[in-house]
């Protein structure tokens, strides 16, 4: 088992990332450090979590609330955050006076929380999937249609961090810009999927994503893969200098 730092900060830089962002990891695998950490919660988040019924998803709950507190933490020190509870939709909302956008996803392995300056951008989105050969072939199966395969293949010819990384940007892009699409997301069509840099520290190879969904503006996502597993983010109204156009 490859520890994971319980508190991994990154600051990503670069087109599509708004300024100030940040993004903290939390290793999911340790229920007996969920089960310390969670006292950094508000009495809300954990009497949210106890109304999951799922055990699974309850300590994934946990881990991201967890990775949430220390995103907040590292973007500014100062700050005094209320609690972070549900949307409508069921979605992250943080609620008290000038809060920050945020984001948040799990695996069984880790949590990611990102955060930005509520001035920087209207929504983002943030989405991992740990690296796996077994799920990259269902996704080329149910997910991708021929054309999208092509796109992949030209960029990893693997298809194994690629098909994923699509998936995540899809995932991305649908919580930065609240839609509602099918369970596969076939509807999202990626136009775009190359090679980039790296925003990211510590990431071994990265994807500039766009994506299409009916008469909708492009939507762009930056995936990237690093400690065994493939991160998407997704900006909406991003007012970042650097972010007008993708790499």
């Known amino acids: 088992m490859t520890p994971l730092p319980p508190q991994l900060l990154l600051r990503p830089r670069g087109a599509g990332f708004p300024s100030g962002i940040l993004i903290a990891e939390y290793d999911a695998r340790h229920r007996h450090h969920i089960a310390q950490d969670q006292a950094l919660l508000p009495p809300e988040e954990r009497a949210l979590a106890e109304t999951v019924r799922s055990e699974q998803r309850r300590i994934g709950f946990l881990a991201g609330r967890i990775a949430l507190r220390a995103a907040l933490a590292g973007l500014d020190p100062a700050m005094r955050p209320g609690p972070v509870l549900r949307d409508a939709r069921g979605r992250p909302s943080a609620a008290w006076p000038d809060a920050p956008r945020v984001s948040i996803a799990h695996t069984r392995v880790r949590a990611i929380a990102a955060v930005a300056p509520a001035r920087s951008c209207e929504a983002i989105g943030i989405d991992v999937e740990e690296i796996d050969g077994h799920r990259a072939e269902a996704l080329l199966r149910m997910s991708l249609s021929a054309d999208e395969i092509e796109r992949v293949r030209a960029a990893d010819d693997a298809l194994v961090a690629g098909p994923i990384a699509l998936w995540c940007a899809r995932e991305a892009c649908v919580k930065a810009h609240a839609l ?10 990626a136009t775009r999927f190359e090679r980039c840099d790296p925003a990211a520290a510590g990431a071994t190879r990265a994807w500039a994503i766009e994506i299409a969904l009916e ?31 993708v790499p």
């Open 180 to 189: 509602e699409v099918g369970w596969f997301g076939t509807a999202l069509v």
């Open 215 to 245: 008469e909708q503006p492009a939507m762009h996502a930056h995936a990237w893969e690093a400690r065994g597993a493939v991160y998407a983010f997704a900006s909406r109204g991003c007012v970042n200098a650097e972010a007008a156009a």
